[in-house]
């Protein structure tokens, strides 16, 4: 480590000198990309999402983020480059290698199965052929989704609050992926709930075809709200309450329910 490298680090952590993501109580040992690196396209990652971490907390995530990278580079039609292609295919040998059981339950669809989904989310207009990652994923699959948007929760709403969500506090994520968006009003509704949306970009290049998000911050920086989206394949939706009493899963489950 250089000298720059090791003052700057030295900031960091006298700047965050707690770890966001375990309740404001253990010391900062790390600094944790959040959305991670290799989510990203040659791993340009956004600038200002850096986020004080503690070394669990920070590779606890690792297997997570492997499966993310790897489901959020499955689009709908054919959007990848010859880079990103080869990005793919490295880290499907990294997910088969490591998560043997996730793999091989996920399933290519049949060519009427991918005929039936297209009518059912309007995608018609695109040929059958170029559905050529029209795959079911296995529930597996969806609870890393699932933990890895508490993670983000927790790290964006630190970011727009400057506020720990403290040990007792409430986090739960929902995942959805790109044919639950298109066929439902899920999305569309929390577009127009949840208004505030930063630009993510690093130096000039804007990085939302990649990774966005809107959120809402309310009662004092005590509860917050998120929709976050990765490329066009997948969609997190996630929930922040400092107070654990005012948060109700009955009547959360209710309100997503009657969206969907």
Not at 120 to 131: A, C, F, G, P, Y
Not at 227 to 232: D, V
Not at 243 to 260: G, P
Request: charged letters at 25%; aromatic letters at 10%; proline letters at 4%.
């Amino acid at each position: 480590m250089s000298g720059i490298s090791r003052t700057r680090r030295e900031q960091f952590l006298q700047k965050y000198p707690y770890c966001c993501f375990c309740g404001g109580s253990t010391a900062t040992e790390t600094e944790d990309h959040i959305p991670a690196r290799s989510l990203f396209a040659g791993r340009q990652w956004p600038e200002g999402y850096v986020f004080p971490a503690c070394s669990a907390c920070n590779n606890n995530s690792s297997s997570d983020e492997q499966l993310i990278a790897w489901l959020s580079r499955i689009r709908i039609g054919r959007y990848r480059t010859p880079e990103q292609e080869k990005e793919f295919e490295k880290l499907s040998h990294e997910v088969h290698r490591r998560h043997p059981d996730i793999w091989n339950g996920i399933r290519q669809m049949s060519r009427v199965e991918t005929r039936r989904l297209a009518k059912q989310v309007n995608l018609d207009r695109i040929e059958t052929d170029e559905l050529v990652y029209s795959i079911a994923i296995p529930a597996a699959l969806m609870e890393a989704m699932n933990r890895y948007g508490i993670k983000l929760a927790k790290a964006l709403h630190y970011l727009h609050s400057k506020r720990i969500v403290p040990p007792n506090g409430i986090v739960r994520a929902w995942s959805y992926t790109n044919t639950e968006i298109l066929s439902s009003e899920v999305a569309e509704k929390m577009l127009r709930q949840l208004t505030n949306a930063p630009v993510v970009q690093r130096s000039n290049t804007q990085l939302g075809d990649q990774f966005n998000y809107r959120y809402a911050i309310v009662e004092e920086g005590e509860a917050s709200a998120f929709w976050i989206g990765f490329s066009q394949s997948t969609a997190i939706f996630a929930v922040v309450f400092f107070d654990k009493n005012r948060y109700n899963e009955s009547k959360m489950q209710a309100v997503l329910k009657a969206q969907s």
